[in-house]
């Protein structure tokens, strides 16, 4: 059994910034792919970002630059690092370990708002 816990999320003003983390448990693969994924009100989960277990990185579009992922394989932990955050960006964030049809978090909130 496979379980994912994120922590970080929280209520933040537009232009800021939050670090979300997640701790994995159980029995894990280190080569899994780890990523983060968001799903706004009213519409579909969405990738925000993914992590090889080499180091390999891939980003939305709406990530880029503004993110970034990083994990610690001997910890087997994901983080992902927020800045200049926009309303947009406000959503239930989901840590995933093996992809779509993998094992996902069960979410945190991210709300951004003055």
């Known amino acids: 059994q496979v379980q994912l816990v994120e922590s970080g999320g929280g209520l933040v003003q537009p232009g800021g910034s939050l670090r979300l983390s997640c701790a994995a448990s159980?029995?894990?693969?280190?080569?899994?792919?780890m990523g983060w994924y968001r799903q706004a009100p009213g519409k579909q989960r969405e990738l925000v970002a993914t992590i090889t277990s080499g180091g390999s990185t891939n980003y939305a579009d709406s990530a880029k630059g503004r993110f970034t992922i990083s994990r610690d394989s001997a910890k087997n932990a994901a983080y992902l690092q927020m800045s200049s955050l926009k309303a947009e960006d406000t959503a239930v964030y989901y840590c995933?370990?093996?992809?779509?049809?993998?094992?996902w978090g069960q979410g945190t909130q991210v709300t951004v708002s003055s």
């Open positions: 159980g029995r894990i693969s280190s080569i899994y792919v």
């Open positions: 995933n370990l093996g992809g779509r049809t993998g094992f």
